[in-house]
């Protein structure tokens, strides 16, 4: 039986997370979570405020509660993580962030999604116009130069993953006002909901970070 090792930068469990790459993985592989937040308490966390836009990034931690934390902090803590999954005997490990990350202890044939859904988005739209999701409008800046290529312009909208299919509806048509050509979700938490309710508007092919990286890591696992 295979394991699937995830790093949420967030806190376990998650069990959404669990059920969506559990569904994409062969039958019967094992799904183990950590969290880079596991072991603080709320008012821990609080004190792990984002410095920058650049430095945020959005989490959903076990009690339900959406937050900001620094990036950086994130970072700190992420090893720890990653060597417990080692520890757990994981066939394949996945970051759960879109995120993208300086090298770190531990990261040695980690799965990180950004580089999932850049590769992805480069196949699919050599040139065009990029309609982009992102948590939190502070993070629109820095996103959008991530995403940025020659012959590709790139449009930003923000849209908290825990918002309802109607506030991801009405984000999504002034989004489709900018004509996309391609929709990415930059958030793990992004979930199969938000999309329908997102390419229901725009109506052009959209991706879905979770699952886009789940099918890339049932090839890992699979031995079919």
Same mark, same amino acid.
């Given at each position: 039986?295979?394991?699937?090792?995830?790093?949420?930068?967030?806190?376990?469990?998650?069990?959404?997370?669990?059920?969506?790459?559990?569904?994409?993985?062969?039958?019967?592989?094992?799904?183990?979570?950590?969290?880079?937040?596991?072991?603080?308490?709320?008012?821990?966390?609080?004190?792990?405020?984002?410095?920058?836009?650049?430095?945020?990034?959005?989490?959903?931690?076990?009690?339900?509660r959406d937050v900001k934390i620094s990036k950086? %902090?994130?970072?700190?803590?992420?090893? @720890?993580?990653?060597?417990?999954?080692? +520890?757990?005997?994981?066939? $394949?490990? /996945?970051? !759960?962030?879109?995120?993208?990350?300086?090298?770190?202890?531990?990261?040695?044939?980690?799965?990180?999604?950004?580089?999932?859904?850049?590769?992805?988005?480069?196949?699919?739209?050599?040139?065009?116009?990029?309609?982009?999701?992102?948590?939190?409008?502070?993070?629109g800046e820095k996103l959008a130069t991530k995403?940025?290529?020659?012959?590709?312009?790139?449009?930003?909208?923000?849209?908290?993953?825990?918002?309802?299919?109607?506030?991801?509806?009405a984000v999504a048509r002034r989004l489709a %006002?900018?004509?996309?050509?391609?929709? @990415?979700?930059?958030?793990?938490?992004? +979930?199969?909901?938000?999309? $329908?309710? /997102?390419? !229901?508007?725009?109506?052009?092919?959209?991706?879905?970070?979770?699952?886009?990286?789940?099918?890339?890591?049932?090839?890992?696992?699979?031995?079919?």
């Amino acid at each position: 039986m295979n394991t699937l090792g995830i790093v949420t930068i967030g806190q376990a469990p998650r069990d959404d997370i669990v059920a969506l790459f559990a569904a994409q993985a062969p039958p019967g592989t094992k799904v183990v979570l950590r969290g880079a937040l596991d072991g603080l308490s709320d008012e821990e966390v609080d004190a792990l405020p984002p410095l920058s836009g650049a430095d945020t990034l959005y989490t959903r931690l076990r009690g339900g509660r959406d937050v900001k934390i620094s990036k950086q %902090a994130v970072i700190a803590r992420s090893p @720890a993580a990653l060597a417990k999954l080692r +520890a757990d005997g994981c066939d $394949a490990i /996945v970051y !759960a962030c879109t995120g993208e990350f300086p090298p770190m202890e531990g990261d040695a044939g980690v799965l990180f999604p950004s580089r999932v859904l850049s590769g992805i988005a480069e196949g699919l739209l050599p040139r065009g116009r990029l309609g982009l999701l992102v948590p939190f409008a502070e993070q629109g800046e820095k996103l959008a130069t991530k995403w940025a290529r020659n012959g590709v312009d790139v449009t930003v909208e923000a849209l908290v993953p825990s918002a309802s299919p109607e506030e991801a509806t009405a984000v999504a048509r002034r989004l489709a %006002a900018t004509r996309p050509d391609l929709v @990415a979700l930059d958030c793990m938490s992004y +979930a199969p909901p938000i999309k $329908a309710a /997102v390419k !229901a508007e725009v109506k052009v092919p959209t991706l879905l970070a979770i699952t886009a990286t789940g099918r890339v890591l049932r090839e890992l696992l699979d031995d079919g």
